[in-house]
């Protein structure tokens, strides 16, 4: 009669399911989202009553985050993920993001930028940068 022993293997997507857990646990346990470990700032905004910040996330998302102030930047009021980035006609980079019945545009241009923000298609705000 044969035995046969088999070691214990774990595949690789069950390692990198584990890493990524343990990544969740620990940026749980430290209050830092997931998505602050893996973000490039694009654009940033501080203007009256507002905080935003558009980042790309290392698998390329673009990610929009609004802190109302005063804030600790800890954990953002609104995130929108899934964003679009152009250039419109005249050189300005536009952000767009879009969160059910509102658009959020983030414009980068040569100076401050702003932040236009949309309900069923009617800007409702205008946020310029550096109005704080």
């Known amino acids: ?10 595949s ?14 620990f940026t749980a346990t430290l209050g ?12 940033s905004c501080s203007a009256e009553d507002v905080y935003i910040e558009v980042s ?15 804030t600790t930047l800890r954990r953002p009021d609104l995130i929108i993920r899934g964003g679009t980035a152009r250039r419109n006609q005249d050189g ?3 952000y767009r ?11 980068k241009n040569s100076g401050y930028g702003r932040v236009l923000i949309y309900k069923n298609n009617k800007l ?7 109005d704080v």
Do not use: D, Q
């Open 12 to 25: 690789i997507s069950g390692i990198f399911a584990t890493v990524c857990g343990a990544a969740s646990i």
């Open 32 to 43: 830092i989202p997931a998505s602050a470990l893996a973000t490039t700032s694009v654009f």
């Open 124 to 130: 409702i705000a205008t946020k310029y940068c550096g």
């Open 97 to 107: 993001f879009r969160n059910k019945n509102y658009l959020y545009a983030a414009i």
């Open 56 to 70: 790309r996330l290392n698998n390329g998302v673009l990610s929009y985050s609004a802190y109302n102030i005063p």
């Open 1 to 10: 009669m044969k035995i046969f022993y088999s070691k214990s293997t774990k």
């Open 92 to 94: 300005e980079v536009v």
